[in-house]
């Protein structure tokens, strides 16, 4: 009962943090949607899909590693740290560099003295960002953990604001300095919160790290590039206007989703298991599905009846977002049950199978997406991202399944 009533303490403050961020990020996204349309938002989206998905290649998984090393007793938060800043400035510039390639592929619109501030913000300060939060994560501090997420999505949403209200009407050429000056003072100041807490780190490079991080990197880059690799490519396949209308719609209900990251988040560290599984962990995993399966029922039902007024809040410039949200109702059941999943073949321990399903639904996805958008309806999409969920689903149920079995656990 006690680690139940800890689980949940644990579950809302992981919430509260998602919802501090989700309430900022919302408004962060109306205003700048609006501000500056269709077209501009689906060209800076484009930058901004392309950098988040390469900024996890950024430190080798430094942040995860960062969690695990503590976690398991192989070093403390603030040699983690250290070893955390070198590798990702010893990444960043070949990250930079592939960043630049990528967008010359995929033809975004932009000048490359923008497309550099965009790729920099996302793939130096708000890495540094994350790994700072990732310090707090280790030890379950959430309220040191909000403090710095807090600040760097409320520093962003400030400068945000500031454009609007000093600038009246303005462009992506306008917002992205901005973009880029803001993401930096998050940055220091999530350091500077870290060096209070912990002390000073001694920044170092390790090749060590590097290899034991190379895990967590496949798996968090798949993630990101299943996550966000369409965005670019419906601007790319269907132009920029189709483009931000529907990266617009897929934010709305990934904000919806944040009492599901939540409840993930809460109990991430639990699936860093030593030893023999047993019976308590098939009980754990699953009350991990059926918990997050009704959140996720609730959570899309929320998203289907909330659709049709979608448009009225981001203006009829974004005409079509309603269906867009609509369709995507389906996101969230999808979310939860992909992620219960991949986190149960860790505490089973098959991180690499669970990193080799994540791989191959990466690769699959953008060759589909290639393939269907070019003379299809942008639904396609949603639909191709569905199907190649629930076959990851049922292959990695099959596999935690057997594993259990086998253990004759039942």
Known sequence: MAGWKKLSSDAVWHTADLYFQVFIQAAYLIVLSRALGPVEFGVFSSVAAISIIIS??????????????????????????????????????????IGFISCSILNVKLEPIYIGMVLISDLLFTKIVFLSSSCYWAINHPVGKIKINLIATSTKMA???????????????????????????????????????????????????????????????????????????????????????YTAGFRVVDAATTPIRGLLNAVYTKYFKAGDINKEDLVFLKSMYMINIIAAFVIGLG?????????NIFGDRYHGIDEIVKAFALFP??????????????????????????????????????????NHDVHYAIWIRYGIQFIACVISIYIISKHFRLNKIR
């Open 56 to 97: 996890t290649f950024v430190g080798i998984g430094c942040d995860q590693l960062l969690i695990r090393n503590y976690v398991e007793g192989k070093s403390s938060v603030l040699d983690g740290y250290g070893t955390g800043l070198g590798s990702i400035a010893s990444t960043f510039p070949i990250a930079l560099l």
């Open 159 to 245: 400068f945000l604001l500031g454009a609007f209200f000093l600038l009246g009407d303005f462009g992506v050429k306008e917002w992205i300095p901005l973009y880029f000056i803001s993401i930096l003072i998050g940055s220091l100041v999530s350091i500077g919160l870290v060096i209070s807490e912990f002390g000073r780190p001694k920044v170092k490079f390790s090749w060590m790290s590097i290899k034991s991080g190379v895990a967590f990197c496949l798996e968090i880059s798949s993630l990101a590039v299943f996550k966000d690799i369409d965005k670019p490519l419906v601007v790319k396949f269907l132009g920029p206007e189709i483009g931000g209308i």
């Open 303 to 311: 998203i289907y009846l909330f659709s049709p007024v979608v448009e």
């Open 333 to 374: 059941f999808f979310l939860a049950v992909m992620a219960v999943s991949a986190d149960g073949l860790r505490l089973v321990g098959l991180h690499n199978g669970r990193v080799l399903i994540l791989i191959v639904s990466a690769a699959v996805f953008p060759i589909l997406l290639s393939g269907f958008l070019i």
